[in-house]
C-alpha cells in the first residue's frame, strides 16, 4: 500500500542554518503530498502542498518540490529560526484509495539553537 | 472562524475501562476523520466519515471500537474495553469535501490507559 519515509530525527541546527528534511513516498495513484508542522503544545498545522508533478509548495520561508521521477518532497528552508522547532510530517493523500485520509510519515523533530 | 473542537484534552484510565472523545468539526466541512497517533509515530486514521456516511473504517479495530456522526456534524469516538496499546493521541481533522482540500485538525484528545 502507499507509505510515506521521511528521515530520522532529532535534527539540531544553529541559528540561521539550511534546513533539508527528506521525504520519499510509494504510492499506487497520483497523490497529493504535504508538509504539516506540530508546534509543542499545539495541533497540527498544515505548512505547505504540492498537487502535481514540478509543482512547488511554499509557505514561512519553507519549499518544497513534487519529484515524480525521484517520487520525493523534500522540505528545505534557508535559514531557520528558533521559532521553527517542531515536529515536521510529511503526508500524501491518494483519490486512488477508498477514502482521502492522510498518510503520515513518522515525523522529524527539529530542534533550533540560537 | 472557529477551528475543530475536540474534547476532553486529556483522558487517564485504566485498561478494560471505556472512554469516549468528542469531535466538532469546522462549520460547513462535510468530511470528518478521527487519526490515531501513537508516541513516536505519524497520524494514522481509523475512520473517515462524508456527512454522516462511513467513507473508510478499514483500519478501525471494530472489536472495541465504534464511531459515528449522526447528524453529520460532531462525531464521537467510544473505546470499550481499553487497552494499554490505545495510550496515544485521538486527533479529529475535517475538510470541506472528498477532494484534495486542505485537513484542518484539532488539538487531540491524549489517552493514558493504565
Known amino acids: 500500500g502507499d507509505s510515506v519515509t521521511q528521515m530520522e530525527g532529532p535534527v539540531t541546527l544553529s541559528e540561521e542554518a539550511f534546513l533539508t528534511i527528506n521525504c520519499t513516498y510509494t504510492?499506487?495513484?497520483?497523490?497529493?503530498l504535504f508538509w504539516y508542522v506540530q508546534y509543542p503544545g499545539e495541533g497540527l498545522q498544515l505548512l505547505l502542498k504540492?498537487?502535481?508533478?514540478?509543482d512547488k509548495g511554499s509557505n514561512k520561508g519553507f519549499e518544497a518540490t513534487y519529484r515524480k521521477e525521484t517520487t520525493s518532497f523534500h522540505l528545505e528552508k534557508g535559514s531557520v529560526q528558533v521559532s521553527d522547532s517542531a515536529v515536521y510530517f510529511c503526508?500524501?493523500?491518494?483519490?486512488?484509495?477508498?477514502?482521502?485520509?492522510?498518510?503520515f510519515g513518522k515525523g522529524t523533530t527539529l530542534s533550533v539553537s540560537s | 472562524e472557529a477551528g475543530v473542537a475536540q474534547s476532553p484534552r486529556y483522558k487517564i484510565i485504566e485498561k478494560r475501562q471505556s472512554v469516549a472523545f468528542w469531535c466538532n468539526p469546522i462549520?460547513?466541512?462535510?468530511?470528518l476523520y478521527w487519526y490515531q497517533q501513537i508516541l513516536g509515530q505519524g497520524p494514522k486514521l481509523l475512520i473517515q466519515?462524508?456527512?454522516?456516511?462511513?467513507?473508510?473504517d478499514s483500519q478501525l479495530p471494530k472489536d472495541r471500537f465504534s464511531a459515528e456522526r449522526l447528524k453529520g456534524v460532531d462525531s464521537t469516538l467510544k473505546i470499550q474495553p481499553a487497552k494499554l496499546e490505545d495510550s496515544a493521541v485521538y486527533l479529529c481533522?475535517?475538510?470541506?469535501?472528498?477532494?484534495?482540500?486542505?485537513?484542518?485538525f484539532g488539538p487531540g484528545t491524549r489517552l493514558l490507559v493504565l
Open positions: 481533522a475535517s475538510s470541506l469535501g472528498t477532494g484534495r482540500e486542505t485537513q484542518y
Open positions: 504510492a499506487t495513484g497520483y497523490p497529493s
Open positions: 503526508a500524501l493523500s491518494d483519490l486512488q484509495q477508498a477514502g482521502t485520509a492522510l498518510i
Open positions: 462549520s460547513g466541512h462535510a468530511t
Open positions: 466519515f462524508q456527512n454522516n456516511g462511513v467513507v473508510d
Open positions: 504540492a498537487t502535481k508533478a514540478d
